[in-house]
């Protein structure tokens, strides 16, 4: 199958947990400066703008930080973690409902050299793209790229026709939500099983 990019549609549905699921095995790619990097997601967490006591929109209401979670989908959510780790989330659902996706792993694809040269590492391994900061630095996101349209040429979704079956996901709970009282044992940490560059078992 030819690589295609994600759609609107894909987004803009209202169930955050499939779209979790299903971004599993697909390709999140960035193009800065003329060099193109990408890597399969391997581990995304799913936020619900409505009712998750863990999700920031929920927590916060509409910021000027969380203002783009309520925006159209499709769009790019970045926010700095501890001042250090910049994380990158999708923008589901439709205007209002402010829902996410948090990309928490990907497997490196494309721009090897470069990935490697951003993580500081001589070789491929977990510490290149397990964990959602460490996947950021590896693709060259930034708060920079906060709002930045998931449909355009800076960072994009590509699907390569690799569907990841529920038998070859692992769901647990979310990490560091412990604030979100019951909201935070929800099995919404989504893995590939097997996958050597996911976040170690919670």
Not at 14 to 22: T, W
Not at 38 to 58: L, M, P, Q, V
Request: proline share 4%; glycine share 10%; charged share 25%.
């Amino acid at each position: 199958m030819k690589p295609t990019k994600v759609s609107r549609t894909f987004y803009e549905r209202d169930e955050v947990v499939l779209i979790a699921k299903e971004l599993l095995g697909k390709v999140l790619c960035t193009q800065f400066d003329g060099i193109k990097t990408s890597g399969i997601i391997a581990e995304t967490e799913a936020y619900n703008g409505r009712t998750d006591k863990a999700c920031h929109s929920h927590i916060h209401g509409r910021t000027e930080r969380t203002k783009i979670m309520f925006g159209k989908p499709g769009f790019a959510y970045v926010y700095l973690c501890y001042g250090i780790h910049h994380l990158f989330n999708v923008v589901t659902n439709k205007e209002g409902f402010a829902d996410a996706v948090l990309i928490r792993a990907i497997e490196p694809l494309e721009g090897i050299d470069e990935i490697l040269q951003r993580r500081k590492k001589p070789k491929l391994e977990r510490s290149v793209g397990g964990g959602p900061g460490i996947a950021s630095q590896a693709l060259g996101i930034t708060t920079k790229n906060y709002g930045v349209d998931l449909l355009g040429d800076e960072i994009w979704i590509e699907d390569h026709g690799k569907a990841i079956s529920n038998s070859q996901i692992i769901a647990s709970p979310r990490v560091g939500v412990d604030y979100a009282g019951e909201d935070a044992k929800l099995p919404w940490r989504f893995r590939i099983k097997r996958n050597r560059f996911t976040s170690p078992a919670k």
